[in-house]
């Protein structure tokens, strides 16, 4: 008898209760819309990182991540062949590469800048690095062999083209000053303007000369699924305690603070924005159900002569809001996925560069299970906790009082 009657108190007044539901339908549009552009936000930013700069995994020699900035050539790595062999069985490995980086000085005769160069494979790196866009010239395995790659706004900063001739000059592992020319094969862009605006890519070969080495630092490992991350991650730490080797292991979780600060500040703003959404359903529930009491003070009164406890009133409210939180979620979901899929199907919403960043993106809506269970859940809570003053409300009228009143 309490859902009976709760279903049709909420429908006594269509106009109001058709009112009530727009409102809450509005909320969830927005927190199923700006939930899932922050899901794909999170999602381009984190595979941006992925494949423009460090892949999903990293192998170093032991001690690398606590000593290995002051002094990164006491921890190198000689066999790599064999080590390439054994990383390549584990299953959802793609892509095994080499790097080696320094810091140095590139010059153009006239004008001499600090950089960060990185020596690869080519072929390989172009595999990890889909995110990288080469703006003009050539890719590394199609260019020369002492060819290279700069970043956008280091090649601005120097004023040379593709074809030009450019000198490094670094320091050669035991100490001493070297330095080589390469020819510019290609100018590249990853859309951090602090790392275009010092990073070099040289084949692997030509840093190995400049250092004086035949050894790597940093081996990269890009899977065929991010998710698949933890598990590959945990088969390759089994396959280093196996063999003994004297490795260590970081995911791209662990090497990308820049990300973490990201997903936090969008994080916030999102609940922010949950919080005044869930402050406007309230207050229209309990504006609702508050103007329902007073108009069935009458009714009350019966049921309360009749024998009706003052919990029962208080269910039937409680019921009365949780029945349209529920029906408004349903509503505000639908139209939600409606929305996202019509702004997707539209081809997104175009985002200008963010800070930091040198170009912009495109943005579409990520229809995201979590954001859309936890928007429902947290509308039907609120419906039924605004559900309670009306129903204080209504417990503490005179019963003869309520049913004299007209």
Known sequence: ???GLAWRNVFRNKRRTAITFLAIVSGMVALVVFGGFIEFTFWGLRESTIRAQIGHIQLHRA????????APGNYLIGDFASLQAMLRRIPHVQVVTPRLTFAGLISTGDQTLTCKATGVFPQSEE???????????????????????????????????????LTLLTTTLDGTINATDFQLSGIGQTGSLEYDSVFVKL??????RLLNTTQVETVVILLDDTERTPEVA??????IMRDGLDL???????IAPFYHRVVA???????????IIATIVLFSIANTMTMSV????REIGTLRAMGARRGRIVRLFLTEGFLIGVGGAILGVGAGIAVALAINYSGGIDIPPPPGMSRGYVALILLDPYVIISALVSTVLVATVSAIYPALKAIRLNVVEALQHT
């Open 127 to 165: 595999e990890l690095s889909t995110f990288e866009t080469l703006i003009t010239g050539q890719p590394l395995s199609q260019g020369p062999e002492d060819g290279g790659i700069i970043g956008s706004e280091l090649a601005k900063a120097l004023g040379r083209k593709v074809g030009e001739t």
């Open 265 to 275: 500040m969008y994080r916030g703003i999102f609940q922010v924005i949950r919080i």
């Open 294 to 297: 007073f108009e069935r003070v």
């Open 248 to 254: 260590e292991l970081q995911t791209w979780d662990q």
């Open 203 to 208: 084949p692997l070969a030509v840093v190995q």
């Open 234 to 239: 945990a088969a390759i730490r089994q396959a």
């Open 1 to 3: 008898m309490t859902w």
């Open 63 to 70: 001690g690398y991540a606590e000593r290995g900035a002051a």
